[in-house]
């Protein structure tokens, strides 16, 4: 299971820091990916990037500039951090897990508003 | 960027009726295409993998099929949990791009 946490509102600006806490298994365990995506209200899904278990990530370029991805295998979880939020970064975010080329496991998301 | 683009972007059918939905690649993405199903409010559920694997636990009612840049996914027998908003991903490059989304109701 993939549980996302943080804040709900984030004022334009800041930073938006979600944290993905992955139980029933070791984050470390097996060959997966863990990933972030997002959909804003009414559209569809965006991936925005990703972390392997050794640690390497790979990024949406249309984010990277303002993107981390990172791992905390003692406490079984990975985050993300988008700087310099605007209304357009306003979504419902996801985490899940990629197993080969396809997102079997999903969070069940959380909704992240940047207003002030 | 790969393009994905999907058709319809919107459809009604009956409990009982066969329904295809398509999804058009921007250039060859071999077999990586995969199809998920959204419910509103809930996170999108995967379908098939590698254009006509299906998920664990997904009924055989679903099909896909296709390659290259053309695909499609068939839904035969509909059932009333089948109404949803359906959606095509490619995942040959990164960064994973999603098609726009078919949304499913009842007439």
């Known amino acids: 299971q993939l549980q996302e946490s943080g804040p709900g509102l984030v004022k334009p600006s800041q930073t938006l820091s979600l944290t993905c806490t992955v139980s029933g298994g070791s984050i470390s365990s097996g060959s997966h990916y863990w990933s972030w995506l997002r959909q804003p209200a009414g559209k569809t899904l965006e991936w925005i990037g990703r972390i392997y278990t050794s640690g390497s990530t790979n990024y949406n370029p249309s984010l990277e500039s303002r993107l981390t991805i990172s791992v905390d295998t003692s406490k079984n979880q990975f985050s993300l951090s988008l700087t310099s939020v605007t209304a357009a970064d306003t979504a419902v975010y996801y985490c899940a897990t990629n197993s080969g080329t396809y997102f079997d496991y999903w969070g069940q998301g959380i909704l992240v508003t940047v207003s002030s | 960027d790969i393009q994905m683009t999907q058709s319809p972007s919107s459809l009604s059918a009956s409990v009982g009726d066969r329904v295809t939905i398509t999804c058009r690649a921007s250039?060859?993405?071999?077999?990586?295409l995969n199809w998920y199903q959204q419910k509103p409010g809930k996170a999108p559920k995967l379908l098939i993998y590698?254009?006509?694997t299906l998920h664990s636990g997904v009924p055989s009612r679903f099909s896909g099929s296709g390659s290259g840049t053309d695909f499609t996914l068939t839904i035969n027998s509909l059932q009333p949990d089948d109404f949803a908003t359906y959606y095509c991903q490619e995942t040959y490059s990164t960064p994973y791009i999603f098609g726009q989304g078919t949304k499913l109701d009842i007439k």
């Open positions: 590698a254009v006509s």
């Open positions: 250039q060859s993405i071999r077999t990586y």
